[in-house]
């Protein structure tokens, strides 16, 4: 059984690039979350999404734009890239309809924006 | 205010020793809290829910307190292997994981 999956591992960008992240969830799972961890930070909340909706949203300004598939696959796509956004990003599963409310994180990617 | 403060630590311990975390949170509608484990450049993996009557999972010990919002995590019996960040969390509406910055643990020889 599949654990979370995210791709790539790692990325380079240059400032105000473009860049599309993926995420495949655990087999079963129908939430997807996303959230940037900056280095010696905890992981920040960017946005979840249910039913290919996006259900709730943190203190991410619209750059940051997302979508999820009906596969429950997700994509977490972030524009006019700055420094700032340099971080590990994470994506976490977990199942709403079962009442799983466990969330299992995949292995991120490392986003360095030069 | 941090909606989850720790203390960053490093907590510098030696094999054997027994050490505590503590954690406050600021949203008393909170509903479920936990500790995660984070290895260095890994993702966090969930080491134990924490439960208002405490609870235990070997040498792992959890407890909340509601009152006055306050999360610890006591390790027992340190581990070279315990050496990681841990990190505090409470969720949030939609079973948003909210997080603390994280106490880093290294347990020496």
């Known amino acids: 059984d599949a654990g979370v999956t995210q791709s790539p591992t790692h990325l380079i960008k240059t400032r105000g690039q473009q860049v599309t992240l993926r995420c495949s969830p655990k087999?079963?799972?129908?939430?997807v979350s996303w959230y940037q961890q900056a280095l010696g930070q905890g992981p920040q909340f960017i946005f979840q999404?249910?039913?290919?909706?996006?259900?709730q949203r943190g203190n991410f300004p619209d750059r940051f734009s997302g979508h999820q598939f009906p596969n429950y696959s997700s994509e977490l796509n972030v524009n006019a890239l700055l420094l700032g956004d340099s971080a590990l990003y994470l994506c976490?599963?977990?199942?709403?309809?079962?009442?799983?409310?466990?969330?299992?994180f995949g292995p991120g990617t490392r986003l360095t924006v030069t | 205010r941090k909606e989850v403060e720790q203390d960053p630590g490093p907590f510098n311990v030696p094999e054997g020793a027994t050490v505590a975390f503590n954690c406050t949170y600021s949203?008393?509608?909170?509903?479920?809290f936990f500790w995660y484990r984070q290895d260095c450049r890994k993702e966090p993996k969930l080491l134990m829910s924490?439960?208002?009557s405490g609870n235990e999972d070997g040498r792992f010990t959890a407890q909340l307190n509601r009152a006055s919002q306050y999360i610890s995590l006591l390790i027992r019996d340190s581990k070279l292997s315990d050496s990681a960040t841990y990190l505090c969390v409470v969720t949030g509406g939609y079973n948003k994981l909210i997080f603390g910055a994280g106490t880093r643990l290294a347990v020496h020889p």
């Open positions: 949203n008393s509608a909170s509903q479920s």
């Open positions: 924490v439960y208002s």
């Open positions: 976490a599963s977990s199942s709403f309809l079962a009442g799983e409310y466990e969330q299992y």
């Open positions: 087999s079963g799972h129908d939430t």
């Open positions: 999404y249910y039913e290919e909706e996006e259900r």
